[in-house]
Nanobody, 128 residues
Framework: VQLQASGGGLVRPGGSLTLSCAASGRTFSTSVMAWFRQAPGKEREFVGA??????????YYADSVRGRFTLPRNFAMNTQHLQMTDVKPEDTAVYYC????????????????????WGQGTLVTVSS
């Protein structure tokens, strides 16, 4: 399984940005994909996760991004997006996508150790 993250860049406070995570090498009909982020000097933290089980989809978000970030339900071209709106300077970090084929309850899958596959990071800088 390979994950390829992209879409990072410089964005002004209050602006929007969409990150993408392209998955290849394994079917993801039943899976959990997530985004984590890591700011300089800080631990990697959970951003949001989406679980797909056939036609059933469930999402969970960290409190710090809920209402501002969205994981779209569609998974066209095996790509998971992270739509970021109303971004803040504290959103500045390297963002990583991750995936696992394990796990039933998406709200419980919030630590890096629970994910088996990782993409390289993409840097998001929020600054005026």
């Amino acid at each position: 399984v390979q994950l390829q993250a992209s879409g990072g860049g410089l964005v002004r406070p209050g602006g929007s940005l969409t990150l993408s995570c392209a998955a290849s090498g394994r079917t993801f009909s039943t899976s959990v994909m997530a985004w984590f982020r890591q700011a300089p000097g800080k631990e990697r933290e959970f951003v949001g996760a989406i679980r797909r089980n056939g036609g059933n989809v469930s999402m969970y978000y960290a409190d710090s991004v809920r209402g501002r970030f969205t994981l779209p339900r569609n998974f066209a071209m095996n790509t998971q997006h992270l739509q970021m709106t109303d971004v803040k300077p504290e959103d500045t970090a390297v963002y990583y996508c991750a995936a696992t084929l394990r796990g039933l309850i998406v709200s419980s899958l919030r630590t890096p150790a629970q994910y088996d596959y990782w993409g390289q990071g993409t840097l998001v800088t929020v600054s005026s």
